[in-house]
């Protein structure tokens, strides 16, 4: 039977089931399906903490939403169009999120009475009516695979388990993706056990012409590609990014890579990927504890490796001592915080922006450092590298606050050309015994005699002849580099610490603000990770014939040098953080601008529409 | 890693080079205890133990025939956490605790140095506890020398984990409750490789030690007793005194009979359950005597000789307790390296940048 084709220019899909239904697999395929068909994409995978936990239940419920578009998009999306509920729970869980109108594809095996009480319905919401608002397709995924799957050997268990390949299959057709890499990946992915290859194989081919022959779904959409900027495309998540950046620094930079650090979501994919780079002289050490994870890092610096360790909020506070010390000793080294919803353990899965104050400030005495927010999943990849100049260039701790949704979320990334990235070599030297006699030929080395210019001190490692020297976390005479405890070295020291980092807002560049009419009174400032969801905020305020500014920040230490020109050049200043208003406080202390802080915290990224209407209130205001 | 300068320089002397140092260079010339010596004034209390130790170390190094440069002294915090500040190689004074994790990352990326971590018994078994045993079960390339005076100096004389129980200080005006780690013990059961113990006191000793340490590649525990005339003055009294020394210091050398006592009248043979007990030489099967084997790969020996100095000091050997080679972490962290490249050739950033699944556009 043919079936109509309609167009569409952006859709919104959510996979949704058991944390043990492979939906995150699903998403992922489906997002690379898109990728390579060209479409631009954005991605939320959103996962209860526990591995598995229990089945059927709320809190077990695993989605991954991807947001697609034949133009280029900005976030996940506020609200799917298509939600696929695996089970009850994840029909409950997900319906608050979902318009009226959207499709609904609901694995009806899964709706038995026993089920659907667990989770508090009384009757069966697929045949109550209840529904009505939506697009309902009642479809038996569990046994239709199961029968699919009668002929090959294997067990009932694993032809079930194959039900996330059947919907995917389904999806694939609904929305007319490409099936060859998938068939690739699973082909790959089971290459050991090959019954169940072709068993997963079936699935998705049986959920494919399911949509193709079924009544139930009698029309298929075409999203056509997305015209970006020209180039080779793939598509990364944030953790891949940031690992990749680092690697590239290395590359760049001629130092060796070595990652200190201990487990802990959502950073560990970045330990992941670099642990398999061994074939990039990347050096990872999976330490006893999160201290042991930076110390070993703080101890590569000091021997000229690019060190860097990789962690989340708990983690950090853990690390404070040692990045105090690196700040005080002034070695390269590049702290990774994948943020997460605290205080404490908190949300490990869930996204948050409330470690900003202590990236910033979290340590005993003056204790200034670096700190860089990427905006963008691909662009922990660039931040990666920038965090390396600075850290080598200015022999500072840099501080890097990715967070849980840049870390899991994806998008495509133009694949940058290695002979095009930062030449990092360039920006540092290690001292060398050269530079460092005095007038009688002897070694005079005074390890805290400063660059003028970058107020850097040398990077002597061990090994260079003549250069011997000893630093520690004692306060250091100014030059010389020995303990000092004179008054006025250590009030000389703690400016002349602060005065390095201030110093770096010479070498970024000024703030860029997106202001096309250059009348809005309003100015929307973020950083970081809400990048997305602002800009579109901001562009459906535009379409509907407002007018507003935009600007975001990389650097929140040293911040950039017109921002508080920026700032008061706009009538007001809307500042959205998921936290209860830190960059906001900052700025106010800063600058005494009384900018409106807007904020939710609830492990989730902003919708767009959300944040439109918030800026639409704060222009209406005047 | 093409501008640090590496171990190749020296490959010729490799054999006469002790076993830690074999990919760190020859020294051109040969240098003195004065090379050793940095321009800081030491400031420990007089007679402090640490002074003792500072000037063995110092006409020590000259021994190794390396580089000064390639010399790393890496500290904590407390009193002799200091020491680096003293010897003029590149040092790093660093936090309470954290030396053996610093060291790691310095040892795992620079095998062409040779790496030394100073600590005290508050700092490596309280604060820094985990570091320590897991530094020493990684058995990575340091040689970690942990002063032990069992107080806490620098704080002004509080107990540390290795004070007797029931000592009274500033903290525990009516004795302190805590059982004390015997350092040793607590070495072995992490695994280490090589454990040693030796006294500030007796210069020759401690060099034979610090000797037979930088002739083990991989972790080397080496506990110094160490008086604190301040705050635990004559802690180690029974081991020097001249009445009752000769009877409780037990001198282990590897392959010697272990004879103890003015006349090296006593030795030692296993008790029943393993544990270890004191036999006059005269009138016991000689059979049943002990051979000191630092080379035995199970530590349940080493452990039962650890066990010998309780109660107070009873029998206290010193000497190298385990001296066992196995495979190093930095070793093997390189090695997995060099094996990766050699299987999937040196990696290829624009293709891992790009990775398997890319499209075109325009
Ligand atoms: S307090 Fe004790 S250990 Fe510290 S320097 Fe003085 S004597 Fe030595």
Redesign the interface.
Known sequence: MTKQVQPLDRVIIRFAGDSGDGMQLAGDRFT?ET????NDLSTLPNFPAEIRAPAGTLPGVSSFQLHFADHDILTPGDAPDVLVAMNPAALAANLPDLPRGADIIANTDEFSKRSLSRIGYSSNPLEDGSLSAYRVHAVAITSMTVKALEEFDITRKDAERAKNMFALGLLSWLYSRPTD?TVKFLESKFAAKPEIMKANIAAFQAGWNYGETTEEFSVQYEVK?A??????????TGNTALA?GL??AA?RS???L?L?SYPITPASDILHELSK???????T?Q???E??GV???????????L?VTTTSGPGMALKA??I??AAS?ELPLVVCDIQRAGPSTGMPTKTEQADLLMALFGRNGESPVAVLAPATPADCFDTAMEAVRIAVKYRTPVIILSDGYLANGSEPW?????AQLPRLRDEFS?ASPNDWRGPDGQPNFQPFLRDPQTLARPWA??????????????EKASGAG??SYDPANHDSMVRLRQAKIDGISADIGPLEVDDPTGDAAVLVLGWGSTFGSIGAAVRRIRLGGGSVAQAHLRYLSPLPANLGDVLRSYRKVLVPEINLGQLALLLRGRYLVDVISYNRVRGLPFRASELASVIQEVIKNG | MAEISHADDGAADVARRPGSLTLVPAADEKLTTKDFKSDQEVRWCPGCGDYAILAAFQAFLPELGIPRENVVVISGIGCSSRLPYYVDTYGMHSIHGRAPAIATGLAATRPDLSVWVITGDGDALSIGGNHLIHALRRNINIKILLFNNRIYGLTKGQYSPTSEQGKITKSTPFGSLDTPFNPISLALGAEAGFVARTVDSDRKHLTSVLRAAADHRGAAFIEIYQNCPIFNDDAFAPLTAPETRDDRVVRLEHGQPIRFGAQGQFGLRFGRYGSLEVAEVSGTDPQTLLVHNAEEADPSYAFALSRLDVPGFAHTPIGVYRRVARPTYDDAMTAQISDARARQGEGDLAALLAGPDTWQVG
Do not use: M, W
């Open positions: 690379q990728a390579t068909f060209g890499g590609p015209s970006l900027k020209p180039g080779t495309y793939r598509n990364i990749y690697v590239a590359r001629g130092l060796p070595f200190g780079l061994k074939r990039f002289g990347v050096r050490f330490a006893e504890d201290i042991s110390g070993a890092a703080l101890g590569a610096a000091f021997g000229g490796a060190g001592e040692t105090g010390l000793v133009c694949v940058p050309e290695v290690f490692i061990p090994g260079t002849p003549g250069l011997e020297h000893r630093i520690g976390g004692i020995t303990i």
